[in-house]
C-alpha cells in the first residue's frame, strides 16, 4: 500500500518543522527530491525542483540546502574532485564508498562502535562528534572494464 501524496507532504513538513524551520514550497521540494535522490548537488537539486517550483531560483535552494544543514536535517559532504554533495541521511555518522574511475557512490554504515567510529590520536583541544570517512576505489562494473582492457 502506498502512501498518498498529501500523507508524503505532511510527513516532509513535519521533518521540517522537527527541526524549528517554517515550512515553505521549496524547502518541502528540496527535501523531497533528497530523499528520492541522495548524493545530489546544489544544481541537481536545483533542476529537480525547478520542474515543480519554476519560478525557483538558485539562491534559494542554497538557501535552503544551508539552512537544513545547519538544522541537521541533511547532510554536506565534500568528496574530492566533486561539488559539495547533499543527502537526507543525516545524524547517523555513516561513511561513503566513490569509485575513482565512474563516481559511483554508495553509503556504508559505520562499521565500528559508536559514533565517532574513528578517535583521533590528537584531537588539538577540539571535542570530536563525528568522523567523515570516503572510502575509494573501483566499483564492481569498473573492475570489469578493467579486467577486460588487461585481458585484451
Not at 43 to 49: E, L, P, Y
Given at each position: 500500500?502506498?502512501?498518498?501524496?498529501?500523507?508524503?507532504?505532511?510527513a516532509?513538513?513535519e521533518?521540517?518543522?522537527?527541526v524549528?524551520?517554517?515550512?515553505?514550497?521549496?524547502?518541502?521540494?528540496?527535501?523531497?527530491?533528497?530523499?528520492?535522490?541522495?548524493h545530489?548537488s546544489a544544481?541537481?537539486?536545483?533542476?529537480?525542483?525547478r520542474?515543480?517550483l519554476?519560478g525557483?531560483?538558485?539562491?534559494?535552494i542554497y538557501?535552503?540546502?544551508?539552512?537544513?544543514?545547519?538544522?541537521?536535517l541533511?547532510?554536506?559532504?565534500?568528496?574530492?574532485?566533486?561539488p559539495?554533495?547533499?543527502?537526507?541521511?543525516?545524524g547517523?555518522?555513516?561513511?561513503?564508498?566513490?569509485?575513482?574511475?565512474?563516481?559511483?557512490?554508495?553509503d556504508?554504515?559505520?562499521?565500528?562502535?559508536?559514533?565517532?567510529?574513528?578517535t583521533?590520536?590528537?584531537?588539538?583541544?577540539?571535542?570530536?562528534?563525528?568522523a567523515?570517512?570516503?572510502f575509494?576505489?573501483l566499483c564492481?562494473?569498473c573492475?570489469?572494464?578493467n579486467?577486460?582492457?588487461?585481458?585484451?
Open positions: 500500500m502506498t502512501s498518498s501524496p498529501l500523507v508524503d507532504r505532511e516532509l513538513a521533518r521540517i518543522r522537527a524549528g524551520l517554517k515550512v515553505t514550497a521549496p524547502r518541502l521540494a528540496v527535501l523531497k527530491m533528497l530523499d528520492q535522490a541522495a545530489s544544481d541537481q537539486v536545483f533542476g529537480a525542483v520542474e515543480e519554476p525557483t531560483s538558485t539562491q534559494a538557501g535552503v540546502l544551508s539552512a537544513f544543514a545547519a538544522a541537521g541533511v547532510r554536506r559532504f565534500d568528496p574530492a574532485g566533486s559539495a554533495l547533499y543527502e537526507s541521511r543525516a547517523d555518522n555513516h561513511h561513503h564508498v566513490v569509485c575513482v574511475r565512474c563516481g559511483d557512490l554508495r556504508v554504515d559505520c562499521v565500528i562502535g559508536e559514533a565517532p567510529c574513528l583521533p590520536s590528537d584531537t588539538s583541544g577540539f571535542s570530536v562528534f563525528a567523515e570517512v570516503t575509494t576505489g564492481a562494473d573492475q570489469k572494464v579486467a577486460e582492457l588487461e585481458a585484451s
